[in-house]
Each structure stands twice: as C-alpha cells, then as structure tokens.
C-alpha cells in the first residue's frame, strides 16, 4: 500500500528536509523549443542561445586553466541542459569553498574582471559579468550541488560540471528576483519532456559535446 501524503511530509522531515508545496499555472509553451534544443549537442544549445557579447567559453576555459572546481548555475547552465531561454549577459558558479579553491578562483577572474561586492566581477571589456555565489537560494551550496551535478560539454575538450535541472529549477523557485523566477516554468517542462515523450530520462552521456 502506497504511503500516505502525511507519512510522506513526515518522513520528509525526518530526513532533515522542509517540503515546498505550491500550485503552479500549467504551461506546454516550451516544450517545442526544448525539444529542439535536445537535438543539439550542448555548446551548440549555448551558442544559440548566448546574447551580446558574452562569450562563456572564454570565461569557462580561464577557469578551466586555472583548475577552479565549481558548478554552473543560471541561465548559462540551464542552455547547456537543453533550456530554450536567452543567456543575457551574466554567467553564474558556486565554486568549491576550501581557500585553495577560492585563491584559484580570484587569480582566474583577476585577468579577466574587476571584482565588485556581492561576489559579481564585471568582466573589463564590457561583455557582462560574472556572479560567485557561496549558496544559491534553495541549496546548501557546493556541497549540495556537486552531488548531482555532471560534466557537460561546453566546447570542445571542455566539460564543467554543471548543476542538475531539479537543482536549477529550486534554485529558480527560491529566487526572489523576478528574473530569475522567470525560468522556472522552461526548467519544468526540461525536467518533464522524456515523461511526454514516453522515454527515459537522458543519461549523462547525451549531456555532453561529441
């Protein structure tokens, strides 16, 4: 006999969790553009979707040279997971907290941007910026995060571990920016899409460029 929804809330909380319960108008609107997206590798899903003139790649590889461990959040990782939504101009990570990893990370974004408070560094030839965040709303950090983030391929030979979608989307919902609540219903639809096409879910394989 299935649980009850009580014992379900009660076993939630016993487990050290607080469920978030809210109702939510049903939009089908993104599936198609999700749809499309999949059929692309994941740099391809980023470059069609990157406005202006950020260039994440550039950004990720400095990272990448400087062996920073993070993970990628907002919009930029929400592209590379198969997001139809525009990438502005800010890419978005919540770097591993030990100070090495911190120190790695300051010396990578130095030759790249000014820092600013709030964690934001705009990047100095005017193309957008990028926002450091200890613990997005929604998560516990880092920690958190890497468990189910996987590496995605953002270019050629460059993978970067990217947040899971359930992850991205309790991030979007936790958000008190509106903008940022914005991409919750796309990532809802992502998280639905292999259920409406009666398929499994994309291993992690599929996430990355061939």
């Not at 406005?51 to 400087?66: Q, W, Y």
């Not at 993070?70 to 978005?92: K, N, Q, T, W």
Request: aromatic share 4%; glycine share 8%.
């Amino acid at each position: 006999m299935e649980p009850g929804f009580d014992a379900v809330i009660e076993a939630l909380r016993a487990c050290g969790f607080e469920p978030d319960l809210s109702l939510s108008r049903y939009d089908d609107s993104y599936a198609t553009l999700i749809e499309q997206q999949l059929t692309r590798a994941p740099s391809e899903r980023m470059d069609a979707l990157t406005a202006g003139g950020l260039d994440p790649k550039r950004i990720l590889r400095v990272l990448r040279e400087h062996d920073v461990r993070f993970v990628l959040v907002g919009l930029v990782a929400g592209a590379l997971r198969g997001s139809p939504l525009m990438v502005a101009d800010e890419l978005v990570l919540v770097p591993e907290p030990r100070p090495r990893n911190l120190a790695r990370l300051r010396a990578a974004l130095g030759g790249l941007a000014e820092a600013t408070d709030a964690g934001v560094w705009i990047l100095k030839d005017g193309s957008g910026s990028v926002r450091v965040l200890a613990r997005p709303p929604g998560t516990r950090g880092y920690a958190d995060l890497v468990r189910d983030a996987e590496p995605v391929g953002a270019d050629v030979d460059l993978a970067v571990m990217v947040a899971s979608p359930i992850d991205l989307l309790r991030i979007a919902e936790a958000h008190t920016n509106a903008l940022e609540r914005a991409a919750a219903p796309a990532l809802r639809t992502l998280l639905d899409w292999p259920k409406r096409k009666g398929k499994a879910p994309l291993p992690a394989w599929t996430l990355q460029a061939t």
